[in-house]
């Protein structure tokens, strides 16, 4: 699992999502059971309006949502391609970024925040915006240990090395290229929507970042050079 995460192996998460050969898959409902428990699929309840909820697609929802009754049926191939974060699902940045909280300070889903504090005329601190907990525990710390380290892998040796394995402090990355079905006829590319979600110092983690660029023709190329500048900018205050 380690070197699935670090490497975005594809196949490795098609085989524990769907299952293959002696191997049963998670399926669907337990899939989303396991997204729902780190905020996917639901307002993160962020102090901000217009907020979107997401998708987090099942059985049930295709055969409600297509009219269509060929549409309707739940295909083994759903399965696997919700399984890498694909297909019919919908995520927000900020629900990614909720989402990898509990992966990073040791198990609490947190409700997002704009501001730390408020100050009067003066510049006085007058109140205090403390962390708001939606739910810890819910989640094996071994568990989630190892995605840290896969995390850590994809800098040391993995999909996200080339740019930050050479920063002054160790960073742990997690890249993610979704296909949209858009295609270029001119040069024959595909379009992707890259995403990156990068944590740093690895030991004492600051920071959760989300880099999220729209319909790109390469993926971590366009990414992973804005985590790097974000990073550097941060630590360098």
Same mark, same amino acid.
């Given at each position: 699992?380690? =070197? ?21 898959? $998670? ?7 396991? &997204?729902? &428990? ?40 759903? #399965?696997?391609? $919700? ?30 925040? &704009? ?55 160790? #960073?742990?990355?997690? #890249? ?37 660029? =729209? ?15 974000? $990073? ?6």
């Amino acid at each position: 699992m380690r =070197k699935a995460i670090a490497q975005s192996v594809n196949v490795y998460f098609y085989t524990i999502g769907g299952g293959y050969g002696d191997q049963d898959g $998670l399926g669907p409902s337990r899939i989303k059971k396991y &997204l729902e &428990l780190f905020g996917w699929g639901n307002k993160t309840q962020i102090d901000l309006p217009e907020e979107k909820g997401g998708l987090l697609p099942d059985p049930e929802w295709k055969k409600t949502y297509f009219k269509e009754k060929v549409n309707q049926i739940w295909y083994d191939g759903d #399965t696997y391609n $919700l399984s890498i974060g694909q297909g019919y699902l919908k995520v927000t940045p900020l629900q990614m970024a909720v989402s990898y909280l509990p992966i990073v300070n040791g198990g609490k889903l947190l409700k997002p925040k &704009l501001a730390k504090g408020i100050l009067d005329s003066n510049k006085t601190l007058v109140e205090v915006i403390k962390p708001e907990v939606i739910r810890e525990g819910f989640i094996k710390d071994d568990n989630l240990e190892v995605v840290r380290q896969g995390m850590r892998g994809a800098v040391t040796n993995g999909s996200c090395t080339d740019w930050l394995n050479n920063l002054p402090f160790p #960073t742990a990355c997690k #890249t993610g290229t979704a296909q949209t079905g858009k295609f270029d006829p001119a040069d024959k590319k595909n379009y992707f929507n890259a995403w990156t979600v990068v944590f740093a110092p690895y030991d004492e983690p600051e920071i959760v970042l989300v880099i999220f660029v =729209k319909e790109v023709k390469k993926a971590h190329p366009t990414v992973m050079p804005v985590a790097k500048s974000v $990073l550097e900018w941060y630590f360098s205050r």
